[in-house]
């Protein structure tokens, strides 16, 4: 009797396209869980919540596959969450952006969100700077100049986009996986913070957003901006 058969091939399909994989950030937190349930087996009282973590970490951790929208000069939400503020704002200065407003798309996350970063627009990465700050809610306005955050500009080819990290009062990690020079895809996941935070997203003058806010976002699929060609 063969595997395809028996349908046990069938269901471990099913399975692998309805549990998502994991970020490589949540093995230690996951396997470090799983640990100490097994060296504390036979006490449910450290075996039923050390489970009880690493299940939660497991989930935090999740990294779904997305698929990107096709349409040309679109921009993709580059993170799980809901959209909190949708206006024009100065951006951080080590972004080299100018001194002048630009439109600018907030997202938070909270602890239930998946918390990968994923790029808005196909670009090549002209810097990666972090900056020390606060931990205020991440869900605060203040919260894009006074909390701790990792800014990434991409050159593309509508101009420079800027996307930052910013971490929360219980996100206090951010990890960026890219570095200048990289090129990174449309929807391609490129960093996560962990364990709730925000990330801003700030485009060139001229460009159309297209989400409003408590609007629910989706990284790598939901359309947030339309942008303008750049002039030469």
């Given at each position: 009797m063969?595997?395809?058969?028996?349908g046990i091939g069938h269901?471990?399909?099913?399975?692998r396209?309805?549990v998502p994989?994991l970020?490589p950030?949540?093995?230690?937190?996951?396997?470090?869980?799983l640990?100490v349930?097994a060296v504390?087996y036979r006490?449910?009282?450290?075996?039923v919540?050390?489970?009880?973590?690493?299940a939660a970490?497991?989930?935090f951790?999740?990294?779904p596959?997305?698929v990107t929208p096709t349409?040309?000069g679109?921009?993709v939400?580059?993170a799980?969450?809901?959209?909190?503020?949708?206006?024009e704002h100065?951006?951080?200065?080590?972004?080299?952006?100018?001194?002048?407003?630009?439109?600018r798309v907030s997202i938070f996350?909270?602890?239930?969100?998946a918390?990968v970063?994923?790029?808005?627009l196909?670009?090549v990465?002209?810097?990666?700077?972090?900056?020390d700050?606060?931990?205020?809610?991440a869900?605060?306005p203040?919260?894009s100049d006074?909390?701790e955050r990792?800014?990434v500009?991409l050159?593309?080819?509508?101009?420079?986009?800027?996307?930052v990290?910013i971490?929360?009062l219980?996100?206090?990690?951010i990890?960026?996986?890219c570095a200048p020079?990289d090129t990174?895809?449309?929807g391609?996941?490129?960093?996560?913070i962990r364990?709730?935070?925000r990330?801003?997203?700030?485009?060139?003058?001229?460009?159309?957003?297209?989400?409003y806010?408590g609007?629910?976002?989706?990284?790598?699929?939901?359309?947030?901006a339309h942008?303008?060609?750049?002039?030469?």
């Amino acid at each position: 009797m063969t595997e395809h058969s028996t349908g046990i091939g069938h269901i471990t399909e099913l399975i692998r396209h309805t549990v998502p994989p994991l970020h490589p950030a949540g093995t230690p937190f996951i396997a470090g869980s799983l640990g100490v349930a097994a060296v504390g087996y036979r006490k449910s009282w450290i075996r039923v919540p050390a489970l009880l973590t690493a299940a939660a970490c497991a989930g935090f951790f999740r990294h779904p596959a997305r698929v990107t929208p096709t349409q040309e000069g679109v921009a993709v939400a580059p993170a799980d969450g809901e959209v909190t503020l949708v206006d024009e704002h100065v951006p951080p200065r080590e972004l080299g952006l100018g001194d002048a407003p630009l439109p600018r798309v907030s997202i938070f996350l909270s602890v239930f969100d998946a918390h990968v970063q994923r790029a808005p627009l196909t670009g090549v990465v002209d810097s990666v700077v972090h900056t020390d700050g606060k931990f205020l809610p991440a869900d605060l306005p203040e919260a894009s100049d006074a909390n701790e955050r990792t800014t990434v500009r991409l050159a593309t080819e509508y101009g420079p986009v800027g996307v930052v990290q910013i971490a929360g009062l219980v996100a206090r990690r951010i990890r960026t996986d890219c570095a200048p020079g990289d090129t990174l895809e449309l929807g391609e996941t490129y960093g996560i913070i962990r364990f709730g935070s925000r990330v801003d997203t700030y485009f060139p003058a001229g460009t159309e957003l297209t989400v409003y806010s408590g609007q629910r976002a989706v990284a790598a699929e939901t359309v947030i901006a339309h942008l303008p060609i750049a002039q030469p």
